[in-house]
């Protein structure tokens, strides 16, 4: 009986890490989209070389970083993929939506600035939390880059 009520927990549990994580990511990604747009106007580049365009332009080290958890149910997903193998699309969309939160955020940063540019844009990706067996709990990543700002008139 208690092996049936453990049971009962463990996918109570998952039914509602699935639920709230789906809710949670879902309510992200349209955050995410509509500062997209809204921020379109400002243009990333990965190119080291700045075009001669820009030299008049002052530049200045722009970044965002953001950590995203894992949800239960993800957790539970991968672990199972990894005992079969294959792509883990669980841990896909956390990466996604980590990556276009911290682009979103470096670009926020520009705007603060007055550039409408950022040149040699890099992404660094790490897990910085583990829990048991070296699962991921959390990942950081962090985007940077060179906010190019034109000179002021006057």
Known sequence: ???????????????????????????????????????????????????????????????????????????????LRNLVGGRVSAYESLLERARREAQLRMKEEARRLGAKVVFNVRLETSAISQGQNNQTRSVEVYAYGTALIAPANG
């Not at 879902?26 to 080291?48: G, Q």
């Open 1 to 79: 009986m208690d092996q049936l009520i453990n049971l009962g927990i463990f996918l109570s549990l998952v039914l509602i890490g699935y639920i709230f994580g789906r809710m949670a990511e879902r309510r992200h990604f349209k955050s995410i989209r509509e500062r997209e747009a809204n921020l379109a106007d400002i243009l990333t580049f990965s190119e080291r070389k700045i075009p001669t365009d820009f030299d008049n332009c002052r530049g200045q080290l722009v970044s965002g970083a953001v950590v995203v958890s894992v949800d239960y149910f993800k957790m539970v997903s991968a672990g």
